[in-house]
């Protein structure tokens, strides 16, 4: 394939087969075969994927960038204090705001053990926090809340439910 201005000037050229490197999807398969970075040489078989799009990209970027936000937030320490709320009571959405005073909560170190019955014999293993899912008998299952303050975050406390 010969690409040529309005001179008959040549822009740019690219001889695609079935023979060499060239991806193999976009040989009559039904996918486009699609330039991967539109200022890159068009001749070598490196420069082209199968497109990400079914019936290609016309008109568009094949592989647009994706727009990543980095974020200054610490994660959260595996073993770090959090509070619980395990009793299976509906908190409706209350909970979640970062002022929501949960100091009549629970709380306790990660990793949690969620059961109603003894940790099984064997290897001891600690277990830093134990609290009643409410998983029992009866089909029911109640919900638990977790929350914890992030680092850095004074006053605003990441939650999880």
Known sequence: LNLRNNNQRLMDSVSYGV?????????????????FQR???????????TSAQVGGTPGR???PLITIT?????PIALASSWR??????????AWRAPGYDDSAW?????????SNTPPPLGDFESIPTLFNSG????????????RVTAPGATGFPSCVG
């Open 19 to 35: 023979e060499g490197e060239w991806p193999v999807a976009p040989d009559g398969a039904g996918p486009a075969l699609a330039k």
């Open 39 to 49: 200022n890159s040489a068009s001749g070598s078989s490196a420069n082209w994927r």
């Open 61 to 63: 970027e094949n592989f």
């Open 70 to 74: 980095l974020s200054n937030a610490a």
């Open 84 to 93: 619980y709320h395990a009793t299976g009571a509906d908190l409706g959405t």
């Open 106 to 114: 629970a709380f306790g170190p990660a990793v949690f053990y969620a």
């Open 135 to 146: 998983l029992d008998a009866s089909p029911r299952r109640r919900s638990s809340i977790f």
